[in-house]
């Protein structure tokens, strides 16, 4: 496949782009940043929320499909994580929808049911509980997926991620773990995945621990192969492990990421 990668510079798209390429994919980055030193391939540094800029890419390039991980990765006032999530989304659902791409692969997050208390496991169906204006700014790009899907028949999969890091650092890290292998693996099981119509899944790694039910990935193809559990014996309990378990969304449902909506002058 021909893969637009937003945010293709960032953590995750840095290996998101080298693994679709591994696996005989055609990638084209794009990103607000220039392309990394030693790293090939068609780039266009600019921001996703220009629908003319965006709309200019899928004319110069023939696409099959979209995986959109451009975003501010952290919190922020609400105007500005709408904008960061919600925009940039609906710049490219319109671009794909005028140059028919049929395929959207989402970068969500576990942040989108983030205030659901640590129980029982959490499925695709638990009800939208965001924990922050990030959390807030997922759960509408997902309902803008939705929309899109619903009104002009693509396909697109939300994928929650957890924690994407080389390997677990925290006891919460033991349920949230995503390994940069699995990404991929969640990544390319999204895209080629049959007529999925709207779907969510949990983007963790086959965690002992985990939080969230892989089912809905397994049925789109995704088979995680790393446990965090392999790292757990070198893992010091914290005090903060208490309040980091106490809600799936860990430290961001707590007062410390708790904000006004606007930023008043």
Known sequence: MKVLVTGAAGSIGRVVCLGLADRGHDVVGLDRLPQPSGEDGPWYTLDCADPDAVDAVFV????????HLAGHPGEANLPESLTSHVVTTGALLDAMVAHDVRRMVYASSNHAVGRTPRRDLVGVDARPR????YGVSKVAAEALLSLYVDRYGIDAVACRIGSFLPEPETVRNLSTWLSHDDCVRMVEASLTAAAPGFAV???ISANTRAWWDLEPGRALGYEPQDDAEAWADR???SPEDDWDAAHVGGPYATATFERPALDRS
């Open 60 to 67: 110069e390039q023939s696409l099959d499909a979209v995986v």
């Open 130 to 133: 965001p924990d922050t204006f």
């Open 201 to 203: 899944l949990y983007g």
């Open 235 to 237: 893992i010091q309990p």
